[in-house]
C-alpha cells in the first residue's frame, strides 16, 4: 500500500518508528506535513494540494495531529475520508478525544467506567458540584490539555473554588473531577488497535507529584491485562470512534475508570517498556483495512428519502421478547436489524434465528415512517418543581372592565427571584 503519515513532527521518536516499520513490511510510506495542505472543494471532486501540488493517489493514512492544531488537521483527515480514503482514525474521533468534556459525555451514555465529573460555569454552582462528587480533595481539568499539563488536585473546598476562579477568570473552562484516590498515583495505558490491545504500561506518579504521566516523571511497568480493563479499553475507543488510541484507565474499587482516550499516543514511552513492535501492529492492522475506508453510515443511509436508521429498544413485556428477529415481523415491515446490543455485548449482523430478550436494543435501517410507532416515548428523570404555587390574586370582574380601559390598579409583577423561578427549564 501507499501510506501517508500525517505529522508535523518529521524527526519525532513515533513518527520515526511508524516510517520504519511501514518500510520494513514493503509499503510505500511518506511523511506529509499537516500544515502543507489545502483544501479544494468542488462540486463532486474533493481533492488536496501539498506544497502548492495536487496530491497523488494514498491508499491510507495515519493521522498524527497535534493538539495545538486540531481544527486544521481534522478538515485535512475529513478531506481524505470525503476522497474514499482510509484513515486510520477519523475525524470525528479526534475531535472527540480533544474534548475532555465531550469524550466524558459520549462515554456516560454507555456502561462504561468513569470517574464522576461535573461541569460548570457559574460560581454559585461550584460547592454544590464539588459536593456532588464526593467533596474535597477533587482533580481540577482544563478541558484540553496534554500531557498532565492543566491539571490539578486541590485538597480542600476553598483551594478548589481559589482555582477554579482564577482558571474562569483567564477564560478557561474546567471540570471538577472526583479523585479516585485507591489509584495511589496510578494509572493504566492501554495501547489499542483495532479490536485488541496490543500492549499495555503501568505508570507510577513519584514523589508527591499525584500526577503519573512519563512527562511529569512518573516510571512505568509492562502489565498484563485481565479481560475486564481489556474489554474496557476497547469499548471506549471504539465508543469515541478511534482505531488506534491509547487508553488512560484507573484501577478504581469497582474496576476500570476511563480518564482519557487518546487519539494520538506516543509510542516510545510503551514500545521502551513492554518490548513490543507497537509501531508494526499499526502498520499491520492499516494493511488489513486498508480497503475499507470510513464511512459515516446515518450521512449515507438518510440520503434517501423517507429512510433512516434508528434504535429500537425491547422493553419488558414487549410482544418481541422471546420471538425470534424472523418471527417478530421487522423484516415484513421492510426493516433491517443491522446491530443487536445485549447488556454489555454488541452483535452484529445479528442472524434471524436469534430470539430476543427484555433490555435488547437493535439498531435498524429502514423507512422512518414504519418505524415510528416502535420507538419508545423517551422517559424524563424525576425532578422537584422549580416553580413554587403563587399566592391567589384578586380577580376583575369582567363584566365591569373594558377591554379599552386601564384598569385602575395594577398589580406589581416585580417578584424577588428567591420566591418565584419564571424561567422555563430547557427541558420545559
Not at 193 to 210: I, S
Not at 211 to 226: C, F, K, M, P, Q
Not at 229 to 254: F, H, P, S, W
Request: charged share 30%; proline share 4%; aromatic share 4%.
Amino acid at each position: 500500500m501507499k501510506l501517508g503519515i500525517l505529522s508535523c513532527s518529521l524527526k519525532c521518536y513515533s513518527t520515526r518508528r511508524l516510517r520504519e516499520a511501514a518500510e520494513q513490511r514493503g509499503h510505500k510510506v511518506k511523511v506529509l506535513d499537516t500544515l502543507k495542505f489545502a483544501i479544494d472543494l468542488e462540486e463532486g471532486a474533493p481533492d488536496l494540494y501539498f506544497r502548492r501540488k495536487q496530491l497523488t493517489h494514498y491508499d491510507a493514512v495515519l493521522p498524527r495531529v497535534g493538539a495545538s492544531i486540531t481544527y486544521f488537521g481534522t478538515a485535512v483527515v475529513r478531506q481524505f475520508e470525503q476522497m474514499d480514503v482510509f484513515c486510520a482514525n477519523s475525524s470525528g474521533g479526534i475531535s472527540n478525544s480533544r474534548d475532555k468534556l465531550r469524550s466524558l459525555q459520549i462515554l456516560s451514555r454507555h456502561h462504561i467506567g468513569i470517574p464522576q465529573t461535573t461541569f460548570v460555569r457559574d460560581k454559585k454552582d461550584v460547592l454544590p458540584a464539588i459536593e456532588r462528587v464526593g467533596g474535597a480533595p477533587v482533580i481540577i481539568k482544563l478541558i484540553e490539555g496534554t500531557q498532565g499539563i492543566g491539571v490539578l488536585l486541590a485538597e480542600t473546598v476553598k483551594s478548589a473554588e481559589a482555582i477554579i476562579e482564577l482558571l474562569q477568570s483567564q477564560k478557561q473552562s474546567v471540570l471538577i473531577q472526583k479523585f479516585v484516590a485507591e489509584s495511589k498515583g496510578r494509572d493504566i495505558r492501554a495501547f489499542v488497535v483495532g479490536d485488541q490491545v496490543v500492549g499495555a504500561m503501568r505508570r507510577v506518579a513519584q514523589g508527591q507529584e499525584f500526577r503519573s504521566n512519563v512527562h511529569r516523571g512518573g516510571i512505568t511497568e509492562s502489565v498484563a491485562l485481565d479481560d475486564r480493563y481489556c474489554e474496557t479499553a476497547i469499548r471506549a475507543a471504539q465508543i469515541m470512534g478511534l482505531r488506534v488510541a491509547g487508553v488512560d484507565m484507573l484501577e478504581g474499587k469497582n474496576g476500570p475508570q476511563i480518564m482519557e482516550v487518546n487519539s494520538s499516543p506516543g509510542l516510545e514511552g510503551i514500545e521502551r517498556c513492554t518490548q513490543l513492535d507497537i509501531a508494526g501492529s499499526i502498520i499491520d492492522y492499516i494493511a488489513a483495512q486498508v480497503d475499507f475506508p470510513e464511512i459515516d453510515l446515518r450521512q449515507r443511509l438518510t440520503v434517501s428519502r423517507g429512510y433512516g436508521v434508528t434504535e429500537i429498544h425491547i422493553p419488558e413485556g414487549s410482544e418481541f421478547v422471546g420471538s425470534s428477529i424472523n418471527d417478530s415481523g421487522l423484516r415484513d415491515r421492510d426493516l433491517n436489524a443491522l446491530t443487536l446490543y445485549r447488556g454489555t455485548s454488541v452483535i452484529p449482523n445479528p442472524k434471524s434465528s436469534r430470539q430476543l430478550e427484555a433490555g435488547d436494543r437493535l439498531l435498524c435501517f429502514g423507512k422512518l415512517e414504519l418505524m415510528r410507532d416502535l420507538i419508545p416515548a423517551k422517559t424524563r428523570r424525576k425532578r422537584r418543581p422549580k416553580v413554587k404555587d403563587l399566592p391567589d390574586l384578586p380577580v376583575a370582574d369582567e363584566a365591569h372592565v373594558d377591554e379599552n380601559e386601564a384598569p385602575s390598579e395594577q398589580v406589581n409583577t416585580d417578584t424577588d427571584d428567591s420566591s418565584v423561578d419564571w424561567t422555563p427549564s430547557e427541558e420545559d
